[in-house]
C-alpha cells in the first residue's frame, strides 16, 4: 500500500466514529441525493439486482437502495468505517477493499454506487480505478457518483476543518464534470444523466453523474 492510500485509510479509521454520530439522518434532508440514488435504481433494476457501494463508509446508504429494491453490498477501504457499518447498518455484505483492485467477478454487478469515494484517487491512479469499476459491471449496468466539482487542483485540508480538528489529513481531488465524463467513456460508460448544485458559502458545486456500461467495450 502506498503512503497516500495509508494515509487515507487510517484517517477514515479515526473519523469512523464522527461519521456514525453525524450522518444518520442526511440522506433525508438532500433531495437531489435521493433522486440521483432513485434513478440509479431504477435504471439497474433492469439488468439485475446485485449492487456495490463502493466507499461505503458506515454503511448509511445501504438501506435506502435496499428499500428501493437492489440488493447492495459495501467496500470501503477503511476497516474501522467497515466495524462501524456491520454495526450501525447490519444485514448487509461489506468487505475492506480498495476501489482498484475490487473483490468481485468480472461483470458480476448490476451497478456501482461512488458517493464522494473518487474524490481521493490521485492523477496517477485514476486509470486503474475507473477500469476497475467497469470490470465489474456487466454491460448495461449503471454507475452513480457524486462528487465535489472544482479545477483538479490538490486539496489538503484547511486548519479549522473537520480533519485537522481530529489531527488527520488526506489528499482529496476536485475534478469538473468534463474530467469526470472523459475517464468514464474511456473506461467504457457512456454518460446518461449529470447535474450539480451550486456552490454555497465555503461549500464547493456538488456534481452528480449516472453512467451506463456500454455493451461492447
Not at 469512523?16 to 440522506?27: D, I, R, S, T, V
Not at 448487509?92 to 467477478?105: G, I, K
Request: proline residues 6%; glycine residues 10%.
Amino acid at each position: 500500500m502506498d503512503a497516500g492510500t495509508e494515509e487515507l485509510r487510517d484517517a477514515h479509521d479515526t473519523l469512523a466514529e464522527w461519521y456514525a454520530a453525524n450522518m444518520p439522518g442526511k440522506l433525508e434532508d438532500m433531495p437531489v441525493e435521493r433522486a440521483m440514488l432513485d434513478l440509479f435504481a431504477e435504471m439497474t433494476a433492469a439488468v439485475g439486482t446485485e449492487v456495490a457501494d463502493v466507499g461505503c463508509g458506515t454503511g448509511r446508504l445501504l438501506p435506502y437502495l435496499a428499500g428501493r429494491g437492489l440488493s447492495p453490498r459495501g467496500v470501503d477501504l477503511s476497516p474501522r468505517m467497515i466495524e462501524v457499518a456491520r454495526r450501525d447498518n447490519p444485514g448487509y455484505d461489506y468487505q475492506v477493499a480498495d476501489l482498484r483492485e475490487l473483490p468481485f467477478e468480472d461483470m458480476s454487478l448490476a451497478g456501482v454506487v461512488c458517493w464522494f469515494s473518487l474524490i481521493y484517487l490521485a492523477p496517477d491512479a485514476r486509470v486503474r480505478a475507473f477500469t476497475e469499476l467497469a470490470r465489474v459491471v456487466r454491460p448495461g449496468g449503471c454507475l452513480v457518483t457524486a462528487f465535489k466539482h472544482g479545477t483538479g487542483n490538490l486539496h489538503r485540508n484547511a486548519p479549522g476543518s473537520l480533519v485537522s480538528e481530529f489531527g488527520v489529513d488526506f489528499d482529496r481531488y476536485w475534478l469538473s464534470a468534463r474530467e469526470m465524463a472523459d475517464l468514464f467513456t474511456a473506461a467504457g460508460f457512456v454518460l446518461v444523466f449529470q447535474g450539480h448544485i451550486p456552490a454555497a458559502g465555503a461549500v464547493p458545486p456538488y456534481g452528480y453523474m449516472l453512467v451506463r456500461r456500454l455493451a461492447d467495450a
